[in-house]
């Protein structure tokens, strides 16, 4: 039995320990689809996601898988790029649109994880 306060000091360990395995796990998408999916992001993004400054397109290598699956769900349901004067973000919203469903999200994040 651990006592009191064993348990108070171990129990944060215990949950950071978790919270890093859930940022280091990777989307369940096909990545082999998912490069097919990647030929129209390359055109900004880059052939090997490392932006393109020219196209204003960020870095997607080398990013969390949860954070990118995030931020195209919110280009697709307009919590971002809707602003009138955010012509990038209005740029990549209809990007987003050309990944058709969930599972064609989590496959061109598996390939960008492979970049
Ligand atoms: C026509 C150029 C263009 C294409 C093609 C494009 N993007 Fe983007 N993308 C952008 C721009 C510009 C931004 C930055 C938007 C902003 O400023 O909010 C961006 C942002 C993003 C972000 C957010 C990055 C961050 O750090 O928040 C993700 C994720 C993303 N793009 C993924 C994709 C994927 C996946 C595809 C292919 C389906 C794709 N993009 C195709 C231009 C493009």
């Known amino acids: 039995m651990l006592n009191t306060r064993l348990r108070k ?3 944060p ?5 978790g ?3 859930a940022a280091t ?3 369940a998408g096909d990545a082999f689809k998912g490069e097919s999916y990647y030929a129209v ?5 880059g052939a090997d996601g490392m932006g393109l400054e020219s196209a204003n397109a960020p870095r997607l290598q080398g990013q969390f898988d949860w954070y990118l699956i995030t931020q195209i769900k919110n280009f697709q ?5 809707v602003h009138k004067e955010d012509k ?4 990549m919203r ?3 649109g050309t990944l058709p469903n969930e599972q064609a999200i989590l496959d061109v994040v598996a390939y960008i994880n492979k970049l």
């Open 13 to 17: 360990i215990i949950a950071a320990a």
């Open 88 to 91: 990038y973000g209005a740029t």
């Open 94 to 96: 209809a990007m987003a």
């Open 77 to 81: 349901s307009g919590a971002r790029g």
């Open 19 to 21: 919270m890093f395995s």
């Open 41 to 45: 992001c390359a055109g900004c993004h």
């Open 9 to 11: 000091s171990i129990l």
């Open 25 to 27: 796990a990777h989307a």
